[in-house]
């Protein structure tokens, strides 16, 4: 089992939809729990940090959950400048082990 | 994040030459890294650092060598390169346990 799997979509919404990524980790001593963006071509950016107690950021909220070991992000009101690949991202015994990523398109 | 910066941007090479890739940071992380990122497996580490002449293996280190002699810079060499390491490869930079890592712009290295 891979220590980090997400769906690889891709996402196809369109413009002001809602849109869900899920993604689940496999060690349960994994400290800490990230979300990142990576646009074509371009190196991952840091979207945001995944709390225990759920954090929001403008239309982002992250969610985790350590008892299924699963982490969430919701996008609400899709942008066309959301159309990216997200990243989740599990500190694990000191590493930071990224998901394979899943592609988001959003359209007009 | 203009803190990290790579070292060449593109560069083709001859399958068995060496080659060797820069990062270089003026954030002053404690902890670099370097990874590659192939269609269909994502990032992987390849090697770590933790401090200065302090460095660790990663999921995918067979052919790569590191080297940190100061906290600025990160260096990555492929001691015989061969075509399966044609990549982007990234370096990042961060804090260490339980803080995010800021990335380069990524260097793509083509093996002919």
């Known amino acids: 089992r891979k220590e980090v799997e997400q769906d690889p979509g891709p996402f196809n919404v369109p413009e002001g939809a809602t849109v869900a990524f899920n993604c689940t980790y496999s060690n349960s001593a994994s400290q800490s729990f990230f979300w990142y963006r990576q646009d074509c071509r371009k190196e991952p950016k840091l979207l945001m940090s995944v709390y225990s107690s759920g954090n929001e950021d403008g239309r982002f909220t992250a969610q985790l959950n350590r008892a299924s070991q699963y982490i969430s992000l919701l996008i609400r009101d899709s942008k066309l400048s959301d159309s990216a690949t997200y990243l989740c991202v599990v500190r694990s015994q000191g590493n930071l082990i990224f998901g394979k990523g899943t592609k988001l398109s959003v359209k007009p | 994040d203009a803190g990290i910066t790579q070292s060449p941007r593109h560069k083709v090479t001859e399958t068995g030459t060496p080659v060797t890739l820069r990062c270089h940071q003026t954030?002053?992380?404690?902890?670099m890294y370097w990874y590659r990122q192939d269609p269909g497996h994502g990032l992987r580490l390849i090697h770590y650092?933790?401090?200065?002449?302090?460095?660790d293996k990663g999921e995918v280190s067979d052919g790569y060598s590191v080297s940190r002699s100061k906290t600025e810079d990160f260096l990555l060499t492929l001691e015989s390169a061969t075509s399966s390491q044609t990549s982007v490869y990234f370096c990042?930079?961060?804090?260490?346990?339980?803080?995010?890592?800021?990335f380069g712009q990524g260097t793509r290295l083509t093996v002919v």
């Open positions: 650092s933790y401090g200065v002449k302090d460095t």
């Open positions: 990042a930079g961060g804090q260490g346990a339980g803080t995010e890592a800021f």
């Open positions: 954030e002053n992380h404690r902890y």
